[in-house]
């Protein structure tokens, strides 16, 4: 099984070298969620593209979104780790909280 928080310690320590170098801007938490929310837009324009391919594209446009989908979780993680958040706890409680939903 995958450990999210390891990966999301790892991703935020990324995150902070790309800052070092210039490549992103600071990483405070409100700008990695407005970096998110542009992130779903991207996987939203390449779903967009995938829906419309052709099927000798498919392929490649298949991972484009999934590559897309990718960069949101790895955003959702680097918040996470900077706000001391266990993400595994969190989705365990939300998987939870949905679960009894879909009872009603």
Known sequence: MIDLN???????EYSKA???NGSVEKGS????LKHCAMEVIE?????????KSAIDDEFKQQKDFSLELADVIMCILIIAAQENIDIEEAL???????RKRAEI
Do not use: G, P, V
């Open 29 to 32: 938490t409100l700008n990695l």
């Open 43 to 51: 996987a939203t324009d390449a779903y967009t593209i995938l829906c």
């Open 18 to 20: 790309r800052q070092k």
């Open 6 to 12: 390891f990966i999301s310690k790892i991703a935020l």
């Open 92 to 98: 365990k409680d939300c998987l939870e909280k949905n």
